[in-house]
């Protein structure tokens, strides 16, 4: 029985020795996992914390020796255009406050402010170092005008007008004070567009309606025609489907028909002609007919005695004012 309970004591302290022994290499084993996971985490976020610094102390110098830099301060705006806007008021529609920094200012929002202007066409932007803004303007030039009433606070009744360009582009007018040229001398040989209502006018954008497109069609083109220079258009009404209806400085009334305008206006031209040689001048011509035109005179000295007007285009020379 002795020798039994010794052997049996004997093979528990060996048992308790084994799993000391698998308990310490467990330990070693875990260990030694912490030891290469920190090593690892060390490798990969080290590098990427050294980037991280380096990022923030470059975006640190940058701040310092540039977008807080006082030699990049605007001092100059060269503000140029091709048209009649006043560089004044280019710079106002820019929206750069004095002393900007030039590097860190932002061009896009800068165009976009400019091209948010129904008169401005196309703006290009420039920084010159280390203090100049240069900004260049193309604007659309007019070639007609939409006069729609309105009422006004006092209950009267007032013109909202709206002026479009040769792609039907829908522009609101200059300020006079915002131009460099008197608006009157602009504006006084501009044909109205009649038959149009306010829903359909929406500066900066195009008015896609056919019949208006006709319209600004006949006007370009009336410009390079034969009668250009003899007679000159006060208004082109669209109100009737499938006809234009323009009225002349000198008392007539011709139709045209949509299609084949440049024929139109020759045959207008043909008209003219005729009338002229029998000392006559056209009441009425309606063109859209293909045959047998109708047409209607009057004497000479009964139709009023009108100038025809000349068509003004800003030239395109670019005014500096810096």
Request: net charge positive; proline share 6%; hydrophobic share 45%.
């Amino acid at each position: 029985m002795w020798f039994k309970r010794k052997q049996q004591n004997t093979n528990r302290r060996k048992h308790r020795n084994h799993v000391l022994d698998v308990k310490l290499r467990s330990d070693q084993v875990r260990a030694n996992r912490v030891r290469l996971t920190m090593i690892s985490t060390l490798v990969v976020a080290g590098p990427l914390l050294a980037i991280y610094l380096l990022w923030r102390a470059g975006e640190a110098a940058l701040n310092v020796f540039v977008y807080e830099n006082a030699d990049f301060a605007i001092q100059q705006i060269d503000a140029q255009t091709d048209g009649v806007i006043a560089p004044e008021q280019l710079r106002r529609w820019a929206g750069v406050k004095p002393g900007a920094n030039l590097i860190g200012l932002d061009l896009a929002a800068v165009k976009r402010n400019l091209e948010l202007v129904s008169v401005i066409d196309s703006v290009s932007l420039e920084r010159v170092l280390p203090r100049t803004l240069k900004i260049r303007v193309t604007e659309r030039t007019p070639i007609a005008q939409v006069n729609l009433p309105r009422t006004d606070g006092a209950n009267g009744i007032a013109l909202s007008v709206f002026q479009m360009d040769a792609d039907g582009m829908v522009m609101q007018p200059l300020d006079p004070r915002q131009s460099v040229v008197p608006l009157t001398q602009m504006t006084s040989h501009l044909p109205v567009i009649t038959g149009l209502n306010s829903f359909q006018l929406q500066p900066g954008h195009r008015l896609e309606l056919p019949q208006a497109q006709a319209a600004i069609h006949l006007i370009t083109a009336f410009a390079k025609s034969p009668m250009a220079g003899l007679v000159d258009l006060r208004r082109v009404d669209v109100a009737e489907p499938g006809v234009l209806v323009v009225t002349t400085g000198q008392g007539g009334e011709i139709t045209f028909g949509p299609d084949n305008v440049e024929q139109q206006l020759s045959r207008w031209r043909a008209a003219y002609d005729w009338c002229l040689a029998r000392q006559k001048s056209i009441l009425s011509l309606d063109l859209a007919v293909a045959n047998n035109v109708p047409l209607r005179t009057m004497l000479a000295s009964s139709a009023p005695v009108t100038q025809p007007v000349k068509f003004f285009k800003p030239a395109k020379t670019r005014r500096k004012n810096v």
